[in-house]
């Protein structure tokens, strides 16, 4: 079994930064893709931003320039930097891992999830 856990969320002013982390278990994190989402009340859930590794990343257009996902393999941990905030930012923020093409054609079916954390932007 993956276990995620997400944490980091919280209250912030527009404007403001947030970072969030998300452990897995074991050592098998490396080997994965690892991204993140985020569903507000009454949406579907949407990528935010994905790591196929240590290198690379790739970003929703309404984050680019704001968000920064990284991974430290070493520690089985990912992060998301985000600078900038705005009240639609405001969501349940998800961590998944799997391979890179089932994060991005049928997450839900494929990926390893957390448990989500609450993001919130004053407006």
């Known amino acids: 079994q993956v276990q995620l856990v997400e944490s980091g969320g919280g209250l912030v002013q527009p404007g403001g930064s947030l970072r969030l982390s998300c452990v897995a278990s074991?050592?098998?994190?490396?080997?994965?893709?690892m991204g993140w989402y985020r569903q507000a009340p009454g949406e579907e859930r949407q990528l935010v931003a994905i790591?196929?590794?240590?290198?690379?990343?790739m970003y929703a257009d309404s984050v680019k320039g704001r968000f920064t996902i990284s991974r430290d393999n070493a520690k089985n941990t990912g992060y998301l930097q985000m600078n900038s905030l705005k009240p639609e930012d405001t969501a349940v923020y998800y961590c998944?891992?799997?391979?890179?093409?089932?994060?991005?054609?049928?997450?839900?079916?494929?990926?390893?999830w957390g448990q989500g954390t609450q993001v919130t932007v004053s407006s």
């Open positions: 790591a196929p590794n240590v290198f690379s990343t």
């Open positions: 074991g050592s098998i994190f490396s080997i994965y893709a």
């Open positions: 998944a891992v799997g391979s890179y093409a089932g994060l991005i054609r049928r997450p839900i079916e494929y990926g390893y």
